[in-house]
DNA sequence: TAGTTGATCGTCT
DNA sequence: GACGATCAACTAA
């Protein structure tokens, strides 16, 4: 499968957030491959949005944030947790969009192993940091261009517009009435439904 | 099922 | 010196 072109990640956040449902994240590790289709995601506009990590301006964590759309941004949270973000928008602009969650669909079983085995398939990865860990995307992996072959994304069937659902964001305390959030409807990997 | 809490540390106010 | 774009384990009912 072909990565997606670096002008699909040229655009805004939230148009990137909602094309992205859908699409295959693969990530290609010495011995195999593991793909996950996206069904949940959040958009951080940048100085636009105090929810933001790029709020505040450029920092050494936040750099890749700058960077030109189609990179990978992977941070550390709560002390032992990664979250990995799509950069969107041209070098300098500082918005992003959170995987929060991915279907499973190859590579299971390194999922499982990655998790520490005993997960029902529901919950492998129904979270950002559940999502990193079954994928082992950590700080090393953070500013991978998704244009490369270790991690990229490419396109799945379109979701139908009706079947995408915009809700508020997790876990965040300021700008928390924005419906920043989105995913597909009915699916069961999705990590929180609407609120 | 809903609500609470401990784990654990890099980053920046 | 707090406090997270979280998770899992626990309690109560």
């Not at 944030?65 to 709560?78: A, D, I, K, S």
């Not at 950590?138 to 244009?147: P, V």
């Amino acid at each position: 499968m072909r990565p997606l072109p670096r002008s699909f990640y040229l655009r805004p956040a939230r148009t990137v957030a909602r094309d992205l449902l859908g699409s295959y994240i693969i990530r290609t590790l010495p011995r195999t491959t593991i793909i996950g289709k996206i069904v949940e995601v959040e958009a951080y506009l940048g100085d636009r949005d105090p929810a933001s990590h790029a709020f505040h301006g450029r920092t050494e964590r936040n750099a890749v944030m700058f960077w030109r759309g189609g990179h990978l941004y992977v941070y550390f949270t709560y002390g032992m947790h990664f979250c990995a973000n799509v950069v969107t928008g041209e070098a300098g602009v500082g918005h992003a969009v959170l995987i929060r969650a991915v279907e499973p669909v190859s590579g299971i079983a390194g999922m499982k192993r990655r998790r520490n085995g005993g997960h029902k398939a529901e919950d492998l990865t129904n979270g950002p940091a559940k999502f990193c860990q079954a994928f082992g995307i950590a700080r090393k992996e953070n500013g991978t261009d998704l244009l490369g072959n270790t991690i990229r994304i490419a396109a799945g069937e379109p979701v139908r517009p009706s079947l995408i659902v915009s809700a508020t964001r997790i876990g965040i305390r300021l700008a928390a009435d924005k419906r920043w959030r989105y995913y597909i409807k009915g699916n069961a990997f999705v990590s929180r439904l609407s609120r």
